[in-house]
């Protein structure tokens, strides 16, 4: 079975241009997650899709992130425009565990974004 | 702010049992204690997750005392390939994973 893929691995761009991340999710998996490490600092929590509802954005930091997944499948996180501290590694995790008791989720590989 | 505390780093050899403690003083009634494992240039991946006493799998064993202040992550006969970064967490259920800085395992020849 096919594992959390994440699109592009890395990308390099300038500070106010736009970059569109790209997450595929385990098949059947209903949770989708964002996180980001930026700057050398801890794993931070972005937001959680549930199907193709926001569940809980309250990681999102500011409104120049965009993140859709339409028709519950995959997910894009758009940065508009990229600022340099935007600069880090996105993950994109799956699960599909819905109110049942397991906090195990599907990391994919990570894209490292770089802002000039 | 995390959460969790455990240690920065630690050494170990090549087939030797690794016991990696983690304090949650303030841990929620409701909340899991799950350990992830992160190899470099990949994302973290689920090793094992618990609420009281003994769990055990095919990677690793986690003790829980009775007043969940604190847990410990057991890896019997380490091999190199072990080198990684553990992190431990308090979570519920299908909601947001809160990392810590993690501890640094690095298993030496």
């Known amino acids: 079975e096919a594992g959390v893929t994440q699109f592009p691995s890395h990308s390099v761009i300038e500070k106010g241009q736009t970059v569109t991340l790209r997450c595929d999710p385990i098949s059947g998996h209903d949770n989708l997650y964002w996180y980001r490490r930026v700057m050398g600092k801890e794993i931070k929590f972005l937001l959680h899709f549930v199907k193709e509802s926001k569940q809980d954005e309250s990681g999102m930091p500011n409104n120049r992130f965009l993140a859709e997944r339409t028709g519950g499948t995959y997910s894009t996180l758009k940065v508009q425009p990229a600022e340099l501290e935007d600069s880090g590694v996105y993950f994109c995790?799956?699960?599909?565990?819905?109110?049942?008791?397991?906090?195990?989720?599907?990391f994919g590989p990570g894209t490292r974004l770089t802002v000039l | 702010l995390a959460k969790t505390t455990q240690p920065i780093s630690m050494d170990s050899y090549e087939g030797q049992e690794v016991n990696i403690t983690c304090s949650h003083n303030n841990i929620a009634t409701n909340d899991y204690i799950t350990w992830y494992q992160q190899f470099p240039s990949q994302g973290p991946r689920f090793i094992i997750q618990g609420y009281k006493t003994k769990v055990t799998n095919e990677v690793a064993s986690l003790f829980i005392p009775a007043d969940r202040k604190s847990s410990t992550l057991s890896l019997p006969r380490v091999s190199l390939s072990d080198t990684a970064v553990y992190y431990c967490l308090e979570a519920g259920s299908a909601r947001q994973l809160t990392f810590g800085s993690g501890t640094q395992l690095t298993v030496l020849p």
């Open positions: 995790a799956s699960s599909p565990y819905l109110g049942e008791e397991s906090n195990e989720q599907f």
